[in-house]
């Protein structure tokens, strides 16, 4: 099978920044960890949730508790819920998508992970993280562990690069 990813692309030959360029004082999935990672020349791998009222928010736990000390589901919440919660006890908030492709803004390539979320909250997702992606003008793939958001991505999106995760 002929690959449409060339064998010098970033997503070969670059280490990507698995959160962002996170540290001590730059918490992962968030804003300072994306400027880090970018100052930094490396790719982002990220990650994207809905809430309850569907947004698309850069998060990676189920549980909001060890980012940011809330003991809740991101899905059992509202955006407004979590927009003012501190992300690793920085001043850094969770970023909804739709201002992290603006923030990031083509400056290097995206590798964006559709979570997912094992209430089955999260139908929907891959159309309105496509209809975010379609007027975005850098580089990104997305991947999932979920084949079934993987499907939608494809049938939604079959331009678009993707990849399957598997543990």
């Known amino acids: 099978m002929k690959s449409r990813v ?13 959160r962002g360029l996170h540290n ?24 994207v949730q809905l809430t309850k009222d569907k ?3 850069c998060f990676h736990d189920d549980n909001l508790k060890r980012v940011t000390g809330m003991d809740a589901l991101i899905w059992d919440k509202t955006y407004d819920e979590i927009k003012n919660l ?16 603006k923030f990031v803004d083509g400056r290097t390539p995206l590798l964006i992970e559709i979570k997912q979320q094992r209430d089955g909250k999260n139908s929907g997702i891959e159309k309105i993280v496509c209809d975010l992606l379609d007027g975005y003008k850098g580089e990104f793939a997305i991947q999932s562990f979920d084949p079934f ?7 939604l999106r079959p331009n678009f690069l993707r990849g399957q995760l598997g543990g």
């Open 55 to 57: 947004v698309a928010v």
């Open 24 to 47: 001590e004082t730059a918490g992962e999935n968030s804003r300072s960890a994306y400027e880090n990672a970018i100052k930094n020349g490396y790719p982002i791998e990220m990650d």
């Open 86 to 101: 501190q992300i690793c006890g920085t001043s850094d908030t969770i970023m909804k998508f739709d201002e992290f492709l």
């Open 6 to 18: 060339g064998k010098d692309s970033w997503i070969r030959v670059k280490p990507i920044a698995h």
């Open 149 to 155: 958001i993987m499907m939608r991505v494809r049938k």
